[in-house]
């Protein structure tokens, strides 16, 4: 039983080794010529400006944590809008009770405040 | 799928919708009159208990097989019913002298307690993930209520961290339980087991990390660690809903898991789950012997407790013994939810509203100052540590049963010897209320009066007379459905 997963152990073996290997293959035979613009960090091209590590108010934990509710929604939403015809009516009211659910809580985050941003 | 599907869920519904209501209702009300959301929280609680008692000795399993309604998930779901009602009268006076009334506490104990609900009728391990992870995440908020003091905060941080854990473990055997059998039902197990169309190996390693998950939910040793500091640290009204409810509710899907879906297995769990027990007994009670808080002995005593209502899984491994272990089990978990919240309910009225008053010193003189809360208090200890005429003697004496019925004689013996010990701790707390002098500085608040008059007189009333409830555990049949 345990043989059927074979293939997917050789996959994972061949695909990280083959990562390693063309990584330290341009680590070994790459010309290198540092200088400052290129030692600086990433920042979508930007200049950088300040150090990396800034302090973040911690509203922005709430504001994710809201987020990712959302996201999820529609995570389910997309699927269950195609197969609507073929579910009716009992489809249409589970998601309404998701929903609702999903209403309540914002509601509550809404009313406690935690979409102020002062 | 048809309406009766969602009629077998009803109680289940009830609480969490009720909750989610409660939710919106409670931001209209004045933060002066949360009462009012308690009161509606118990009002909830009494339609579920209504609709428990209206469908009890039927049997039929729902959604596929998802869910199972038959005596064992009706009369554990009545017991997290009853829990959480005596749960919300501690907590609403205790909450305003500590000065965290808010009115979340109650909608997040309906949410745990959905949790439990669930659990009770679980029919697959998925559910049971469900139940698991409802059941502990409202928990982990509640310890964290008294922010933002450090050891509320300690707790809860505790307690998530690795109730998380624990998480991780239960979710990865039931991956590795699902690719040995092919199936996630307990029912689909049970057949594929019989057919021997398993890998042994992944069955021993799934159902071992199930054990793993679960004995960190219930604390048996050696998974016991988190108890003490989250116990103690938690605000005692949410201590004394974790250490009943929480447990009962781990213990709910134990029994449902390993006796009923793995009984084929059991070759391999008996003797793991005979030694948890063994330790989780004497580990819980010698430790007890050297605490000072009351909180901290009351945790180990817990610990203590979860090892006695664990000899109930390797006495089932026999089989003609499986159906009375069950119910010995279930009768112990009531003897312990009563006893045990009665003596939460005495810890409440001692505790002061900066929080002290938590020392086992702090009771003497209790016995002059207030004879009857010392009375209560005496028979709880009576009843935890299993002496007639309480109802502590009555659980201990049909589980002992049980397991030499299993011809596990040691074990008892274990059991009969760990309960001798912890005599020393509980009666050393009678000592100290009616022997040593002292001015305690004790509440009376006449909720919390009548939770421990209520739980008192049942300790009392079923240590008397165990008949009535011993009528309704023997219509109690966790195994019908699969056999």
Same mark, same amino acid.
């Given at each position: 039983?345990?043989?059927?997963? +074979?293939?997917?152990?050789?996959?994972?073996?061949?695909?990280?080794?083959?990562?390693?290997i063309? $990584?330290?293959?341009?680590?070994?035979f790459?010309?290198?010529?540092?200088?400052?613009?290129?030692?600086?960090?990433?920042?979508? %091209?930007?200049?950088? #400006?300040?150090?990396?590590?800034?302090?973040?108010?911690?509203?922005?934990?709430l504001?994710?944590?809201?987020?990712?509710?959302?996201?999820? *929604?529609?995570? &389910?939403?997309?699927?269950?809008? $195609?197969? !609507?015809?073929?579910?009716?009516?009992? @489809?249409?009211?589970?998601?309404a009770?998701?929903?609702?659910?999903?209403?309540?809580?914002?509601?509550?985050?809404?009313?406690? %405040?935690?979409? *102020?941003?002062? | 799928?048809?309406?009766?599907?969602?009629?077998?869920?009803?109680?289940f519904?009830?609480?969490?919708?009720?909750?989610?209501? !409660?939710?919106?209702?409670?931001?209209?009300?004045?933060?002066?009159?949360? %009462?009012?959301?308690?009161?509606?929280?118990?009002l909830g609680?009494?339609?579920?208990?209504?609709? $428990?008692?209206?469908?009890?000795?039927i049997?039929?399993?729902?959604?596929?097989?998802?869910?199972?309604?038959?005596? &064992?998930s009706?009369?554990?779901?009545?017991?997290?019913?009853?829990?959480?009602?005596? =749960?919300?009268a501690?907590?609403?006076?205790?909450?305003?002298r500590?000065?965290?009334?808010r009115?979340?506490?109650?909608? !997040?104990?309906?949410?745990?307690?959905?949790?439990?609900?669930?659990?009770?009728?679980?029919?697959?391990?998925?559910?049971?993930?469900?139940?698991?992870?409802?059941?502990?995440?409202?928990?982990?908020v +509640?310890?964290?209520?008294?922010?933002?003091?450090?050891?509320?905060?300690?707790?809860?941080?505790?307690y998530?961290?690795?109730?998380?854990?624990?998480?991780?473990?239960?979710?990865?055997?039931?991956a590795?339980?699902?690719?040995?059998?092919?199936?996630?039902a307990?029912?689909?197990?049970?057949?594929?087991?019989?057919?021997?169309?398993?890998?042994?190996?992944l069955?021993?390693?799934?159902?071992?990390?199930?054990?793993?998950? +679960?004995?960190?939910? $219930?604390?048996a040793?050696?998974?016991?660690?988190?108890?003490?500091?989250?116990?103690?640290?938690?605000?005692?009204?949410?201590?004394?809903?974790?250490?009943?409810?929480?447990?009962?509710?781990?213990?709910?899907?134990?029994?449902?898991? &390993?006796?009923?879906?793995?009984?084929?297995?059991?070759?391999?769990?008996?003797?793991?789950?005979?030694?948890?027990?063994?330790?989780?007994?004497a580990?819980?009670?010698?430790?007890?012997?050297?605490?000072?808080?009351?909180?901290?002995?009351?945790? #180990?005593?817990?610990?203590?407790?979860?090892?006695?209502?664990?000899?109930?899984?390797?006495?089932?491994?026999t089989?003609?013994?499986?159906?009375?272990?069950?119910?010995?089990?279930?009768?112990?978990?009531?003897?312990?939810?009563?006893?045990?919240?009665?003596?939460?309910?005495?810890v409440?009225?001692?505790?002061?509203?900066?929080?002290s008053?938590?020392?086992?010193?702090?009771?003497?003189?209790?016995?002059?100052?207030?004879?009857?809360? =010392?009375?209560a208090?005496?028979?709880?200890?009576?009843?935890?540590? /299993?002496i007639?005429?309480?109802?502590?003697?009555?659980?201990?004496?049909?589980? &002992?049963?049980?397991v030499?019925d299993?011809?596990?004689?040691?074990?008892?013996?274990? /059991?009969?010897?760990?309960?001798?010990i912890?005599?020393?701790?509980?009666?050393?707390?009678?000592?100290?209320?009616?022997?040593?002098?002292?001015?305690?500085?004790?509440?009376?608040?006449?909720?919390?009066?009548?939770?421990i008059?209520?739980?008192?007189? /049942?300790?009392?009333?079923?240590g008397?007379?165990? @008949?009535?409830?011993?009528?309704?555990?023997?219509?109690?049949?966790?195994?019908?459905?699969?056999?």
């Open positions: 039983m345990l043989a059927e997963y +074979l293939p997917i152990v050789v996959l994972i073996v061949l695909a990280t080794g083959l990562a390693f063309v $990584v330290a293959l341009g680590h070994l790459g010309p290198r010529k540092p200088n400052p613009v290129k030692a600086e960090p990433y920042e979508s %091209g930007m200049r950088p #400006y300040g150090p990396g590590r800034r302090r973040v108010s911690v509203h922005f934990y504001i994710a944590v809201l987020f990712i509710l959302f996201d999820i *929604e529609i995570v &389910f939403i997309l699927p269950w809008a $195609v197969v !609507l015809r073929e579910i009716k009516m009992v @489809g249409l009211i589970e998601m009770v998701f929903i609702g659910v999903l209403l309540a809580g914002l509601i509550y985050a809404w009313k406690t %405040g935690a979409l *102020e941003w002062e | 799928m048809d309406w009766q599907d969602f009629l077998s869920v009803l109680p519904i009830i609480v969490a919708g009720w909750a989610t209501i !409660l939710l919106l209702v409670d931001l209209w009300i004045p933060a002066n009159r949360k %009462g009012i959301t308690a009161g509606l929280a118990v609680l009494i339609a579920a208990i209504a609709a $428990v008692i209206s469908r009890f000795g049997e039929r399993e729902a959604f596929d097989g998802m869910i199972i309604v038959d005596g &064992f009706s009369f554990l779901q009545l017991l997290f019913l009853g829990v959480g009602v005596i =749960a919300i501690q907590a609403y006076d205790y909450l305003r500590r000065d965290i009334e009115g979340e506490y109650y909608i !997040l104990l309906l949410y745990s307690l959905s949790g439990m609900l669930l659990m009770a009728s679980a029919g697959d391990l998925i559910v049971v993930f469900l139940a698991v992870e409802l059941l502990s995440i409202p928990l982990y +509640l310890a964290a209520f008294a922010i933002p003091k450090a050891d509320s905060e300690e707790s809860a941080l505790k998530f961290l690795l109730g998380a854990f624990a998480s991780g473990f239960l979710v990865y055997g039931i590795l339980v699902f690719g040995s059998t092919g199936t996630t307990l029912s689909g197990m049970v057949a594929a087991i019989e057919s021997a169309e398993t890998t042994p190996i069955l021993l390693v799934g159902s071992g990390m199930i054990l793993v998950g +679960l004995g960190f939910k $219930v604390a040793v050696p998974f016991h660690m988190w108890t003490p500091d989250v116990y103690q640290g938690a605000p005692t009204s949410v201590t004394s809903f974790m250490a009943v409810g929480a447990k009962a509710g781990g213990f709910a899907a134990l029994l449902r898991i &390993f006796i009923s879906a793995l009984p084929g297995a059991a070759v391999m769990w008996m003797p793991l789950t005979m030694w948890i027990a063994a330790l989780t007994m580990w819980g009670n010698i430790a007890a012997i050297s605490q000072t808080n009351i909180k901290r002995m009351l945790a #180990y005593s817990s610990i203590a407790h979860a090892g006695y209502i664990f000899m109930a899984l390797p006495a089932a491994a089989p003609e013994v499986a159906p009375e272990a069950v119910r010995a089990a279930l009768f112990y978990l009531v003897t312990y939810a009563i006893t045990n919240l009665g003596a939460w309910g005495v409440l009225a001692m505790e002061k509203a900066e929080g008053g938590l020392e086992i010193e702090d009771y003497s003189g209790l016995g002059k100052k207030r004879p009857a809360l =010392a009375l208090m005496a028979l709880f200890m009576l009843s935890l540590t /299993g007639p005429p309480t109802v502590g003697f009555m659980g201990k004496f049909y589980l &002992f049963q049980v030499i299993a011809n596990l004689i040691w074990l008892a013996l274990v /059991g009969v010897v760990t309960s001798l912890s005599a020393y701790y509980y009666l050393r707390v009678i000592v100290v209320m009616y022997m040593r002098d002292g001015e305690p500085e004790v509440r009376s608040e006449a909720l919390l009066n009548s939770t008059f209520i739980t008192a007189f /049942g300790t009392f009333f079923f008397i007379l165990p @008949g009535f409830l011993l009528k309704m555990i023997n219509q109690v049949s966790l195994l019908d459905l699969f056999r």
